[in-house]
Structure formats: structure tokens, C-alpha cells
Nanobody
């Protein structure tokens, strides 16, 4: 079964940076759109960013200029570089894959999900 495995989360001070990684288990993911979502305690899951197979990208407004999504198809991996982190960025970050290659921002647009990685930003 296809799997997505996130890594790179942790504890960081406000203003710091983290880079999240999401490794896909199958080569077919190179043709999928790959997205990042996050969910803070007591809140709904929200869209962060997404990148298509041909490197088109989309970001949530609050992440523009601070977060950068990228992918390495040779490594079957997608990344999320997060800079200037704020305490309100604290959440579990999830990687997701859309086999139809859209640039969707809704959870329902995605077919596969990772288990998530915790990001905690201290003030």
C-alpha cells in the first residue's frame, strides 16, 4: 500500500526555521500533486501549500513569503521549508498526495495521507 512518511518536525523558538520532508513509497507519486496541511489542537485541518508534478505551487495566504514547498522526484520526496516561525504555526503537519494532479486546497482533494509530524514553536 502506498505510504507517505513525514519527518523533520520538532521544537523551535519563534523566528527559527525547520524543514519538513515527506517520503513517498512508490514511484507513481512523482506524477501526483503533493500537499502540506496542518492541524492545531482544537482546530480544523488547514491547507498550507501544494506542488504539482510540474512544479506549480500554491500557498495559503498566511504562509506566503515564509514557507517554501519543493520536491525532488528522483528521491520521491517533497519538502516544506518553514522560516520565521511563529507560535501560531504550532501544529501537526501532514503530507498528502492527489493522484489527479490538481492544485487543490481542500483535504478532500487528496487521496493519500501521512501520519503527521509535530511542529512546536515556542515564544
Amino acid at each position: 500500500q502506498a505510504q507517505l512518511v513525514e519527518s523533520g518536525g520538532g521544537l523551535v523558538q519563534a523566528g527559527g526555521s525547520l524543514r519538513l520532508s515527506c517520503a513517498a513509497s512508490e514511484r507513481s507519486f512523482t506524477s501526483y500533486t503533493m500537499g502540506w496541511f496542518r492541524q492545531a489542537p482544537g482546530k480544523e485541518r488547514e491547507f498550507v501549500s501544494t506542488i504539482s508534478w510540474n512544479l506549480s505551487t500554491r500557498y495559503a495566504d498566511s504562509m506566503k513569503g515564509r514557507f517554501t514547498i519543493s520536491r525532488d522526484n528522483a528521491e520521491n520526496t517533497v519538502y516544506l521549508q518553514m522560516n520565521s516561525l511563529k507560535p501560531e504555526d504550532t501544529a501537526v503537519y501532514y503530507c498528502a498526495a492527489d493522484k489527479y494532479g490538481r492544485l487543490g486546497y481542500k483535504s478532500s482533494d487528496y487521496d493519500y495521507w501521512g501520519q503527521g509530524t509535530q511542529v512546536t514553536v515556542s515564544s
